[in-house]
């Protein structure tokens, strides 16, 4: 149980393009979801957090207009990166967390964004 | 949410049991202990979570200390499978909304040797 799937697993995109990142929680619901970031070895930076229904919370410095998050159902959450450019390039990986299950996050397998 | 201070690398030998140390010495009552790896190029796994008693699950076990200011992660059998950077990372029980986070920090890097 708890698994978290991510879609598309890789994507290379042209500068200035905008890419969406599909987030699923496979075998239960999800009240809340996360978005975070990795770049080379650093480790995870959190972008956003998202509850079905409302709008997303982002963290300090993340651009909310440039990463669009959408939490329209309690099994999807998408990202979308807009108007991508190099400096884009990373791992993004999202997170489920359950109400009905423990407080403990469930990652999904990333996605790595390459932007030329 | 406390900080916690991991060692940047540790070896282990095949078949062996691994140790990973973790000091939290400013955990609050309400903060829970939990554990992530990430295998290369993969999202983190959950390995297990405790707040004051040691957990054990099919993965790993989680000792905690007395005083809590501490915690160490045991893979009793390591493969070389289980090589991957090891996350402590202590969260407090009162989530919610943007106040539900896991900040993580640079973790130990268990390379397990043949």
Redesign the interface.
């Known amino acids: 149980g708890?698994v978290?799937s991510?879609h598309p697993s890789r994507v290379i995109c042209k500068s200035g393009t905008s890419v969406k990142i599909e987030c699923r929680s496979l075998d239960f619901q999800a009240t809340?979801m996360?978005w975070?970031r990795q770049f080379p070895k650093q480790?995870?930076?959190?972008m956003a957090?998202s509850?079905e229904g409302s709008k997303a919370?982002y963290e300090q410095g993340v651009e909310k207009d440039k990463f669009l998050i959408n939490h329209a159902s309690l099994t999807l959450s998408t990202l979308t990166v807009t108007s991508a450019h190099p400096e884009d390039s990373s791992?993004y990986?999202c997170?489920a967390?359950g109400d009905l299950r423990?407080?403990?996050?469930?990652?999904?397998?990333?996605t790595?964004l390459t932007v030329l | 949410d406390a900080k916690t201070t991991q060692p940047p690398s540790m070896d282990c030998a095949e078949g062996r049991a691994a140790n990973l140390p973790c000091n939290h010495s400013t955990i609050s009552g309400n903060e829970y202990v939990y554990w992530y790896r990430q295998i290369h190029s993969q999202g983190p796994q959950y390995i297990i979570h405790g707040l004051k008693n040691n957990e054990t699950n099919e993965m790993a076990s989680l000792i905690i200390t007395e005083d809590r200011k501490s915690s160490t992660l045991i893979l009793p059998h390591a493969t070389l499978r289980d090589t991957a950077v090891y996350y402590c990372i202590v969260r407090s029980s009162n989530s919610g909304g943007s106040n539900y986070k896991l900040t993580f920090g640079k973790g130990t890097l268990l390379t397990v040797n043949p």
């Open positions: 708890a978290v991510q809340t996360f975070y480790s995870l930076m959190l957090t509850n919370t791992f990986i997170s967390r423990t407080d403990t996050q469930y990652f999904g397998p990333g790595r």
